[in-house]
């Protein structure tokens, strides 16, 4: 996950690096005649990042919900464990030691406990 972070990052840089070094190209030439010294980021380079801030927002927000949540996995969980998917490789591990029949019974009676309790006070 690093790895992305540090790709993303990166990535990102060049992107800015490559729109400044134009925007300063732009202006040695004498392409600066504009309304204000702003106009030229605000209607160019200014909605791109925006749009690609956007864009990575959704794919980190889809791809979070769609891989294994094991730290340093990086496939695609097909098996929903509570809720959280897990690969093939790790969706053993995230279970419960218990069954379901064994967790309800112990809700059940935790429930019975606090029923009780109430009705005593």
């Given at each position: 996950?690093k790895?992305?972070?540090?790709?993303?990052?990166?990535?990102?840089l060049l992107?800015?690096?490559?729109?400044?070094?134009?925007f300063?190209?732009?202006?040695?030439?004498?392409?600066?005649?504009?309304?204000?010294?702003l106009?030229?980021f605000?209607?160019?380079?200014?909605?791109?990042i925006?749009?690609?801030?956007l864009?990575s927002?959704?794919f980190?927000?889809?791809?979070?919900?769609?891989?294994?949540?094991?730290?340093?996995?990086?496939?695609?969980?097909?098996?929903?464990?509570r809720?959280?998917?897990?690969c093939?490789?790790?969706?053993?591990?995230a279970r419960?030691?218990?069954?379901?029949?064994?967790l309800?019974t112990?809700?059940?009676e935790?429930?019975?406990?606090v029923?009780?309790?109430r009705v005593?006070?």
């Amino acid at each position: 996950m690093k790895r992305l972070i540090a790709l993303g990052t990166g990535v990102f840089l060049l992107i800015c690096g490559f729109w400044v070094g134009l925007f300063e190209l732009f202006k040695a030439v004498g392409g600066n005649n504009q309304a204000t010294s702003l106009y030229g980021f605000t209607s160019g380079p200014g909605p791109m990042i925006l749009t690609a801030l956007l864009g990575s927002t959704i794919f980190v927000t889809v791809w979070h919900s769609l891989n294994c949540h094991v730290e340093g996995c990086l496939n695609i969980g097909k098996h929903k464990v509570r809720g959280s998917p897990y690969c093939n490789l790790h969706h053993e591990d995230a279970r419960h030691e218990k069954t379901i029949e064994q967790l309800l019974t112990e809700q059940n009676e935790l429930l019975r406990q606090v029923l009780n309790a109430r009705v005593d006070n």
